[in-house]
């Protein structure tokens, strides 16, 4: 009789805290939580402030970015150096290491993090290139070794 009434016991008190608990968990997704301030979500990339030094290719850990530099020879003699940034975002291990590496703030990371996507392609992340006419200079393109 007695070991009833402790499991009785233990039962009500188990209702208890669970009615008065606060909750762990929200219901997602029509609650939604702020990630916290340094939280890495979704990536941003700034070509302005981009300097196409290639710092970030050499350090990301899962060969994610890719640094595409073109050498443009006008035919007046000016020179210019400028390119594009590829990232294949589906292998990003969110380590923070090229916003880390790149001294001129171009990497940040945002506080998104909603990444599902339907398909691998859609995981590129491309930056524009400036529009060059080709008939009127010379361009050499590589990428950072
Ligand atoms: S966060 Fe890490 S894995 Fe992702 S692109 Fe930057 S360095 Fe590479
Ligand atoms: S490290 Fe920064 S400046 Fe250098 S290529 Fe990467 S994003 Fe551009």
């Given at each position: 009789?007695?070991?009833?009434?402790?499991?009785?016991?233990?039962?009500?008190?188990?209702m208890?805290?669970?009615?008065?608990?606060?909750?762990?968990?929200?219901?997602?997704?029509i609650?939604?939580?702020?990630?916290?301030?340094?939280?890495?979500?979704?990536?941003?990339?700034?070509?302005e402030?981009?300097?196409?030094?290639?710092?970030?290719?050499?350090?990301?850990?899962?060969?994610?970015?890719?640094v595409?530099?073109?050498?443009?020879?006008?035919?007046?003699?000016?020179?210019?150096?400028?390119?594009?940034?590829?990232?294949?975002?589906?292998?990003?291990?969110?380590?923070?290491?090229?916003?880390?590496?790149c001294?001129?703030?171009s990497?940040?990371?945002?506080?998104?993090f909603?990444?599902?996507?339907?398909?691998?392609?859609?995981?590129?992340m491309?930056?524009?290139?400036?529009?060059?006419?080709?008939?009127?200079?010379?361009?050499?393109e590589?990428?950072?070794?």
């Amino acid at each position: 009789m007695a070991q009833k009434y402790t499991i009785a016991a233990m039962a009500m008190e188990l209702m208890e805290s669970l009615l008065v608990r606060k909750r762990a968990t929200v219901l997602y997704p029509i609650e939604r939580l702020e990630p916290p301030e340094r939280f890495r979500g979704r990536l941003r990339y700034d070509p302005e402030s981009c300097t196409l030094c290639g710092l970030c290719q050499r350090d990301c850990p899962a060969d994610v970015i890719k640094v595409v530099r073109k050498r443009v020879e006008r035919e007046d003699g000016t020179k210019e150096l400028t390119g594009h940034l590829e990232f294949e975002m589906d292998r990003c291990l969110f380590c923070g290491q090229c916003a880390q590496s790149c001294r001129q703030g171009s990497i940040t990371f945002t506080r998104e993090f909603e990444h599902a996507q339907p398909t691998r392609d859609l995981f590129m992340m491309k930056s524009d290139s400036p529009e060059l006419d080709e008939g009127d200079c010379d361009v050499d393109e590589d990428t950072v070794p």
